[in-house]
T-cell receptor
């Protein structure tokens, strides 16, 4: 079955420190990978995506993610966390050989950045 | 959230009542989606539509119905058959069936049972 795993329900970091939110996936064929962020009682905001090419993808608000095919991972990173980064983060995948299908989401990771 | 509107922001349902959640987009997107979000469970797909007058069931379609009579509109009805409807409902749209295209989300509707 195709799936996305976010192994940490919560990640806690201090402001100014680097952060990593982990994501691993299982799909048939090559994956298209996405990260979204959700603030309380709001919709999901798109952060970045990996389609092809450079394994390091840069996105909004200083976030980046690294695609690792051998480890089937797509971890979200930021060099220096801000308190305003505190939110719920979702990793999602869509197999490249399945046009038209919806994204498959992980269960989400709550990021808490302390001042 | 820009370009996709959902209404109302909060909706209260009485026992045995059908309620309809609105989703409208002005992005000229072909595909539209409905997800249900429960705490700790991520997003689960209810229904999706790739073109007007066509839609498919997602993973948890039981107790829900949809229509796609216009490209810009994809309303979701929560029927009385849905026994546990309390959740946050998110509508999304995408420019084309291409798997590379980004999916964008509306602001959501929170449904509560009285």
């Amino acid at each position: 079955a195709q799936s996305v795993a976010q192994p940490e329900d919560q990640v806690n970091v201090a402001e100014g420190n680097p952060l990593t939110v982990k994501c691993t996936y299982s799909v048939s064929g090559n994956p298209y990978l996405f990260w979204y962020v959700q603030y309380p009682n709001r919709g999901l905001q798109f952060l970045l995506k990996y389609i092809t090419g450079d394994n390091l993808v840069k996105g909004s608000y200083g976030f980046e993610a690294e695609f690792n095919k051998s480890q089937t991972s797509f971890h979200l990173k930021k060099p220096s966390a801000l308190v305003s980064d505190s939110a719920l983060y979702f990793c999602a995948v869509r197999p490249s050989n399945q046009a038209g299908t919806a994204l498959i989401f992980g269960k989400g990771t709550t990021l808490s950045v302390s001042s | 959230d820009g370009g996709i509107t959902q209404s109302p922001k909060y909706l209260f349902r009485k026992e045995g009542q059908n309620v309809t959640l609105s989703c409208e987009q002005n992005l000229n997107h072909d595909a539209m989606y409905w997800y249900r979000q429960d705490p700790g469970q991520g997003l689960r797909l209810i229904y999706y539509s790739q073109i007007v007058n066509d839609f498919q069931k997602g993973d948890i379609a039981e107790g829900y119905s949809v229509s796609r009579e216009k490209k810009e509109s994809f309303p979701l009805t929560v029927t009385s058959a849905q026994k546990n409807p309390t959740a946050f409902y998110l509508c999304a749209s995408r420019n084309s069936p291409s798997p590379q295209e980004t999916q964008y989300f509306g602001p959501g509707t929170r449904l509560l049972v009285l």
